[in-house]
T-cell receptor, first 115, second 114 residues
């Protein structure tokens, strides 16, 4: 049973345009969400996070939006750059300590930014 | 230094072999993790150590045996593995176990069991 779903295995975007990566979750106990980026032959790197008390968090070109009622979050990258080409993982956790703070990851979305 | 190192990068082992994966960090982090990742799948948590004590074991088979000799090192001892255990094994560390602490990942060890 996948509690965190990234339904788009891949996304292709032109350089300079907006990239929107989507993530859905089913566990209503999740209240902290993270995005990680992974290049080939490297480990995942933390990108940005959001807690359920917010609906938006911004860091430079990266913005994460959270819609709690829809159990949906999205990562916006504006403007997209070729160096952003990577696999993006959505992850979720329960800040109350349920499941011992374990991160549950989605399957990832491969973003390709074309020059 | 924000690096988590893992050795070896690649490992091929037979089903009767015993081998170990090693992970090291020098960021003073007190939580360390082992994840397993199969192709086109998300990372799956295996073990968590917090302050050098095993905090989480995600019902991992006993052929995987973790060890935390000190706060900087994390080992994963492998014995009598099966071909389906072939995967990328990722180590991570963070200041604490709460998810608000960023996890830093190593590059992984690509394990092939023949």
């Amino acid at each position: 049973d996948q509690q965190v779903k990234q339904n788009s295995p891949s996304l292709s975007v032109q350089e300079g345009r907006i990239s929107i990566l989507n993530c859905d979750y089913t566990n209503s106990m999740f209240d902290y969400f993270l995005w990680y980026k992974k290049y080939p032959a490297e480990g995942p790197t933390f990108l940005i996070s959001i807690s359920s008390i917010k609906d938006k968090n911004e860091d430079g070109r990266f913005t994460v939006f959270l819609n709690k009622s829809a159990k949906h979050l999205s990562l916006h990258i504006v403007p997209s750059q070729p160096g952003d080409s990577a696999v993006y993982f959505c992850a979720a956790s329960d800040l109350s300590g349920g499941s011992n703070y374990k991160l549950t990851f989605g399957k990832g979305t491969l973003l390709t930014v074309n020059p | 230094d924000t690096e988590v190192t893992q050795t070896p990068k690649h490992l091929v082992m037979g089903m009767t072999n015993k081998k170990s994966l090693k992970c090291e960090q020098h960021m003073g982090h007190r939580a360390m993790y082992w994840y397993k990742q199969k192709a086109k799948k998300p990372p799956e948590l295996m073990f968590v150590y917090s302050y050098e004590k095993l905090s989480i074991n995600e019902s991992v088979p006993s052929r995987f045996s973790p060890e935390c000799p000190n706060s900087s090192l994390l080992n994963l001892h492998l014995h009598a593995l099966q071909p389906e255990d072939s995967a990328l094994y990722l180590c991570a560390s963070s200041q604490g176990q709460a998810p608000t602490y960023e996890q830093y990942f190593g590059p992984g060890t690509r394990l092939t069991v023949t």
